[in-house]
Every structure is written in structure tokens, then in C-alpha cells.
């Protein structure tokens, strides 16, 4: 079967990636055909570039060669969903957003809520390691998964982890694909354990007069018996601490009032009851030209917010308990990027820049796992078609 033309379909714009566009554009609507592709694109030395909702293809680099879009939007089936069990099936292709909808019929969700479009599916969400900040009282995704099956550079088709009898290629190996952008491999479905609905969920908006103020009162919010879901902190006009909290109604009230006392000193405050299947909480993600991920360990953070400052951001993102800042700047920062990344080297941290107009180094320090990373993928891509120069392991 020639799966390259057999799915061609008109090439649309919208899968541009900088000044690049594929020769053509490939949607295919089983897994088995996705594999077939990429035997027929290595055997040719074809460049593919895995896509999904295109939500967040703006993370990294565009490939340096770029044949076919791979659209993965028509594996879209949930393919078992066992309430009793708590488990569901997805392919990659759905949005997290149909997840969430068939859960909620049962009673039960994805505690998962990355900053993104109702469209951003599974799979491009799990290759870009998308989070938010319900991460700090459920842990993130890779907690939540069970198993993967993944098509491989090559064309194999693999699976991992759990609801399989046979682990093909090693306990846990569908975590590698997490955060890789599909350079080690295209996440064809998952398979998640998913949770019970909390009776109720509701956030705390405080307005204060300046970070240090709000950092106290992010420690204030971490101390038992408070016990917060998530907590941000936005930099941007004013200074606000968001904080939600989740479970029956009366656990919920309890922690309003504790957390609203505590709030004795702050210029503003507004308490909101939620939608529980997605945390609308109310921040915007910067929209900057330049976006920054930044992490350091949780204590450092304040250090980390002086030493941003380097960079003179107008909007800024604290997610206390996990030691994350997420930092818009005006282009012209990214010339004072590597002094500050030298200065959250020293607190043991990094800076990753996730949007750029400009060309400018994305990673810094590269990972001490990157050897074993480039090792993996020279066995499962051995033609290096996947995403060709878009990660660190070229």
C-alpha cells in the first residue's frame, strides 16, 4: 500500500511551521496505517511531522526538513471507557476536551488542565508535556497514564505499560514520549486511569500590593489544615494569588473561610465556584513574543522572580509547590537570556524558551540524558525522519 498518497489530502496553510510547509498532508484513520507511513517514509527518508490540534507545535524549533504532515486528528475513537474500572482508552487524536465530556457524564474526569484550546488532542499534549496547575494536588499526566502504544520511527507498533499482557519495549518506556515532541516516536493511544468528580470546587482570587506579599500567602495557602488543588500567582497590572480548592461541599467551605482569613491583608479578594471538569481559574497565558518556562526548586522561586527581572517581563506566572514560572518578555530580552539562565544555573535551575519570533536558543544546558535519548531514537528512527532538527537530539 502506498500510505503516502493513498490519505493525501489538499495541503492547508495552517500546517506552516516558519517559512516551511509539507509536500502534503496525510490524516490517517487507523493505527495500523500510521505505521505503514512511517515504514514507507523511512524506507524513502521522508520527513513527517506528527500534528495534532497544531496547538502548541509552537514549542520548538521548525524542522529542518519537512515532507508530510502527519494529522492524527482521525484517530479520534475512545476505544474502552470502564467507569466501575476508572479506566479509559483513547486514541491520540481526540481533544482532552471530548475526554473530559464523556467522564463528566459518569461522574468522573482527567484532573488535568493544561492552558490550552478545546482542541489541543491527547497525544500532542502528551508529546509536549503540556501541565497546569491542578498538577500541585493531583500530580501531572504521566501519573495518570497506564499504558501507550506508539508507532515508532520505523513503523513498528509498540506498547507499554499497563492493560497489555506483554510489554514489548520495557516497563514504562510510553513516559520517554512525554515532552519529546515525537522525535522518539508518534503516540497512536492512551490508556488512563481517571478519577471521581469532587462534589464541589471553588477558588479564592487575592489582589495584594506586591510578590512578597503574595509569596507569604502562597506559603500561608500550603500549611494544613489548608490544602489548596492549585495555586498561581499573576504578575501583570496587579498582583493576584489564585488558589481552588476541591472536594465535598463542606470540606470546600471550610478551606474558603480558612484561606479568606488568611487573606486579611490583601486589597481585594473574590471567591468563584467553578465548572468542575475544567478549571477556568482566570489567568491569561502571556502572550508575549517571547515566552519563557522556567523552573528552579520550589524554594528558589523568589531568587528566580529577582533575577527575572533581568529580562523586564510584562506578565508573569508563579505556580508555587512546583517550582515553575512561566515569563512573557519583549523580544529584545532574548539578548539578556543567557545571564540569567548562568544565574538559575547557580540556584540549580533552567530556562527553556517555549515562543520566540526570533531565532534564539531554546534549551541552554542540554540534559544529562540526552545520550540515552539520542541512543533511542537512532534504534526506533533510524532514519531520523520524525520531526527532523525540531528537539536536542540532532
Given at each position: ?5 493513498d ?25 495500523t ?26 514549542i ?17 475513537r ?13 486514541e491520540?487524536g481526540?481533544?482532552?476536551?471530548a475526554?473530559?465530556?464523556?467522564l463528566?457524564?459518569?461522574g468522573q ?14 497525544g ?6 503540556a ?24 513503523g ?6 499497563g492493560?497489555v ?8 518506556s ?19 486511569k ?25 506559603m500561608?495557602m500550603r500549611?494544613?489544615?489548608?490544602q489548596?488543588?492549585?495555586l498561581v ?25 480558612l ?9 481585594a ?10 478549571w ?36 508573569i ?17 532574548a ?12 540556584m ?17 544546558v542540554?540534559?544529562?540524558t540526552?545520550d540515552?535519548?539520542?541512543?533511542l ?12 532538527g ?5
Open positions: 500500500m502506498n500510505a503516502l498518497s490519505r493525501a489530502i489538499p495541503l492547508p496553510t495552517t500546517y506552516t511551521l516558519g517559512d516551511r510547509q509539507p509536500q502534503r498532508v496525510v490524516q490517517p484513520t487507523t493505527v496505517e500510521v505505521g505503514d507511513l512511517l515504514a514507507e517514509a523511512t524506507h524513502t527518508h521522508t520527513a513527517v511531522v506528527p500534528w495534532g490540534a497544531g496547538t502548541r507545535q509552537f520548538v524549533d521548525p524542522p529542518r526538513r519537512y515532507d508530510v504532515a502527519l494529522d492524527l486528528r482521525q484517530l479520534h475512545v476505544i474502552e471507557y470502564h467507569p466501575a474500572d476508572l479506566v479509559v482508552m483513547v491520540a481526540i481533544s482532552l476536551e475526554v473530559q465530556t464523556l463528566s457524564e459518569r474526569w482527567l484532573p488535568w488542565d493544561p492552558p490550552t484550546p478545546p482542541a489541543a488532542t491527547i500532542g499534549l502528551l508529546a509536549t508535556a501541565w497546569g496547575p491542578l498538577r500541585l494536588g493531583y500530580g501531572g499526566p504521566r501519573e495518570w497514564i497506564l499504558g501507550m502504544q506508539v508507532v515508532l520511527g520505523d513498528r507498533i509498540v506498547r507499554s505499560g492493560r499482557v506483554k510489554n514489548v519495549t520495557g516497563y514504562d510510553h513516559k520517554l514520549h512525554l515532552g519529546a515532541c515525537g522525535t522518539l516516536g508518534v503516540i497512536a493511544s492512551v490508556t488512563f481517571v478519577a471521581p468528580l469532587p462534589a464541589q470546587m471553588a477558588s479564592l482570587h487575592a489582589t495584594v500590593l506586591d510578590f512578597p506579599s503574595a509569596w507569604r500567602l502562597a500561608a500549611q494544613p489544615p489548608l489548596p488543588v492549585a500567582i499573576e504578575v501583570a497590572n496587579t498582583i493576584t494569588l489564585m488558589a481552588r480548592f476541591a472536594g465535598v461541599a463542606a470540606a470546600v467551605e471550610r478551606q474558603l473561610a484561606a479568606t482569613t488568611a487573606c486579611a491583608n490583601a486589597t479578594l473574590m471567591t468563584q465556584y467553578e465548572d468542575r471538569t475544567r477556568r481559574i482566570g489567568y491569561q497565558m502571556p502572550t508575549a513574543d517571547l515566552l519563557l518556562r522556567i523552573g528552579v526548586p520550589d524554594s528558589m522561586l523568589p531568587r528566580a522572580i529577582d533575577a527575572l527581572t533581568i529580562l523586564e517581563p510584562a506578565h506566572l508563579v505556580f508555587p509547590g512546583l517550582g515553575l514560572i512561566v515569563a512573557g518578555c519583549a523580544e529584545t530580552a539578548a539578556r537570556l543567557p545571564a540569567l539562565r548562568q544565574t538559575l544555573g547557580v540549580g535551575g533552567y530556562a527553556v524558551v517555549e515562543r520566540s519570533s526570533i531565532v534564539v536558543d531554546r534549551w541552554g542540554v540534559p544529562s540526552i540515552l535519548m539520542r541512543a531514537r537512532q534504534r526506533w528512527d533510524p532514519a531520523g525522519i520524525l520531526n527532523p525540531r528537539w536536542l537530539l540532532e
